[in-house]
């Protein structure tokens, strides 16, 4: 077992940090803000940590910098984009990311261009990865709660009702690009601190896919999801060796199949599983009898009508 | 009686579409309002406008002194001015219970997003607050048992009470009901009609968008008729249904039949 862990080490840091860049995502998917953005803050995380770390400043606060830090540079960049929706945000944030990566290429010593920084005087252990993305998962899953966890599965689903039920819906969207910006670039630092090493091609298109593969895949709905796509994404190819390069293209398969047939990935799986399992113990228990509960007065499913008292107006 | 809302020369113009024409009433506190009208004739509109989801062209919206007609909705909702759509629009993946609750969160996202988030201390109050109004609210459309069922999985009918108890749970000062009974039956629509009358003897100001003229004649204080964007009669619900020129606009040859259906 022990030398087992010794010799997947780099899978259990990778699987920490891949959560907290799937994290990212969820926030923002789960939301209904379709970004790409996560990706675009984890590289500026990993490259402002590397040059930090060069001058000396400690993990601790070289990751307070870049948390606050991305989380106003993600709040600025969301009031002009908050208006955007859906497929446009999608590519203005790719774009975004696509910028970071042309910059990286010639950002001189500060990115090393090209090939990228390595030798990065840093190091963390296994287990603070796990504490930081432990941390996150608090953080995000306290979103789920009460009044602000209603209100964003509002925002996804109904926009205008959102503003109805009192939801400042710009408001909220800023706020959870800022939080998204957050955690991408914590997942950037993470990876710095662990790898000590950050090129261009860190966090390029590959990154993209994988992070969404993780959020949509593991399930937006919940935080539980990012875990489970971090888990996925990271074991997988491990345990199906086969699949060697052709990952990107299973990853695009996996996550067709996810929207298209089970939109609560594997967690919304995993729950109507349980669910059933709970309904099927209850029923064994109370002698199978029982009725489904009846609601008090079941009216046959009436469509509603075209609602037209009279023929023949037109206004 | 006291002025609630004061509505001012209201213009919604859509290009050449004069959906709200020049619209000017004021609204006093504790009655129940009809407004009818022909498909098309601008009601929705209205609403929207009210509420402001819509954008006004031109005029002025006074709310218990307050005028607002710059206001966001969401500002507007929190002010104490709730609405339903004339569509059915819950969460379908969250319980009843949560579609309701949904409603009280109006009041209480006053606190600000990071409060909400993790100041967990802050939020209880609200969260049982909001709860109890919940409740309340779903033992008024007796919906009482159906709480932890998935409301996209209900009969439409029941589906649309949901709805009448979210914006009763906002505990709103004013509420626009946007053809809350299409495609109940009788029974039913009679239900929702006891529970209006009731909110109004708790003085609750209401508006009920609504084809059935039974209905508007047994639970209404007061009706607004409009046609193509503008008020073309107003009164004694009564009256306004025998009127002629009402009949002919709305009602055509089919009034008497429509008006005992
Ligand atoms: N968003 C919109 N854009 C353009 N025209 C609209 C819009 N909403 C409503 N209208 C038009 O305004 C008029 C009034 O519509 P509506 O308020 O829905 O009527 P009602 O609710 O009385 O049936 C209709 O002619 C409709 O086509
Ligand atoms: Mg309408």
Redesign the pocket.
Known sequence: MNAWYSAHVVLFQTTAIYAVLALSFQVVLRSGVFSFASVGFFGIGAYVSANLAKHGVSGVLSMIIVFVGSAIFGYALSLPLVRLRGLYLGMVTFAFDQILIVVANNGGTYTGGPVGLFGIPFDVSTLELFIVAAICLLLVSQLERRSIGRSISVLRVDEQLARSMGVEVNRQRNFIFALSAALGGLAGVLNTFNFSTIAPGGFGFDLIVAGLTMAVVGGIGSWLGAVIGALIVVWFPQVFTFVGSYKAIVYGVLVILVVAYEPGGVLGLLQRGVRAIAALIEKRSSGGAEVPVEEKKVVPSVPPPATTPQKGVT? | MSVLLEVADVNVH??G?R?VDGIDFDLETGCLYGLV??????????L?ALSRM?NLTSGRLVFAGEEYQTYSPAKTARMGIGRTF?AVRLIPGLSVLENVMLGGDARTAGVGIFANWLLPWRTRNCERSCREGAMEAIERLELTGLEKRTAGMLPYGTQRRVEIARALAAKPDLLLF?EPTAGMNREERDEVGEVMRSLRGQGLTQVL?EHDMQMITEVCDYVFV?NF?KVIAQGDPEAVVADPLVQEAYLGKRGSKNATA
């Open positions: 206004a | 859509f290009g579409v959906a009208g022909p498909n098309g004739s601008g009601k929705s509109t209205l929207g819509t004339q946007d968008v409009m964007g």
